[in-house]
């Protein structure tokens, strides 16, 4: 079965300060991968998606960037962090074809 | 570009009773996927329920069913006998299903259930 690990669980940066945040999934290849940013209590903002190794989809411009190094492992960075960039990040993965996506238990990011 | 609509941003519903959490859509495409998730207080995304557009039958998972109306671009989830465990918060979501995947999702209805 396939599975999706997400660290670290939780961070906290002062700002200016770089992030890796990691994403890695079992159990499939050749997924879609996709970073998302959810406030407290709101919805999910897309970040980025990649449909293939060294193909990445921006959706929101902003201090964020994303690699993806290997089939199945996703990296959000950021080379100096803003304040602005606290919040909870969802990484997941979806099938080729369906849409349904699996997520990762997130990472809740506090910049200070 | 497509929109999920979700009206209620709060909803409760006594132990054991029914609940129905509405979703509406906009697309022009004909052929598309519907979803709703649900994020516990834990905040693990779990999708809860799958919905061809293509297919008339709605889908039925256990305690949880759709009532998909595809002209109106409805698509509701109906909890049959709530249990504590189902307090979360549920997000509709749409996806053409297409090579990039990718969902739009509504802003998410907050379930209490009350024991």
């Known amino acids: 079965s396939q599975t999706i690990h997400q660290w670290p669980a939780t961070l906290v940066q002062p700002v200016g300060s770089p992030l890796s945040l990691e994403c890695t999934v079992e159990g499939t290849s050749n997924p879609n991968l996709y970073w998302y940013r959810q406030a407290a209590g709101r919805g999910l903002q897309l970040l980025f998606y990649s449909v293939g190794i060294g193909q990445i989809s921006s959706e929101v411009p902003q201090n964020l960037s994303a690699s993806r190094p290997q089939d199945r492992q996703f990296i959000l960075s950021s080379k100096k962090l803003l304040l602005s960039d606290s919040g909870f990040y969802l990484c997941?993965?979806?099938?080729?074809?369906?849409?349904?996506?699996?997520f990762g238990p997130g990472t809740r990011l506090t910049v200070l | 570009a497509q929109t999920v609509t979700q009206s209620q941003p709060e909803m409760s519903v006594q132990e054991a009773e029914t609940v129905t959490l509405s979703c509406t859509y906009d697309t022009s495409e004909s052929d598309y996927y519907l979803f709703w998730y649900k994020q516990p207080p834990s905040r693990q995304m779990i999708l809860v329920i799958r919905?061809?557009?293509?297919?008339?039958q709605n889908a039925t998972e256990n305690r949880f069913s759709v009532n998909f109306q595809k002209a109106a671009k409805s698509f509701s989830l109906k909890i049959s006998d709530s249990q504590l465990g189902d307090a979360a918060m549920y997000f509709c979501a749409y996806s053409k299903g297409t090579h990039a995947g990718k969902s739009t999702f509504g802003d998410g209805t907050t379930l209490t259930v009350k024991p």
């Open positions: 919905q061809e557009a293509y297919k008339q």
């Open positions: 997941a993965w979806s099938p080729r074809v369906g849409g349904e996506q699996f």
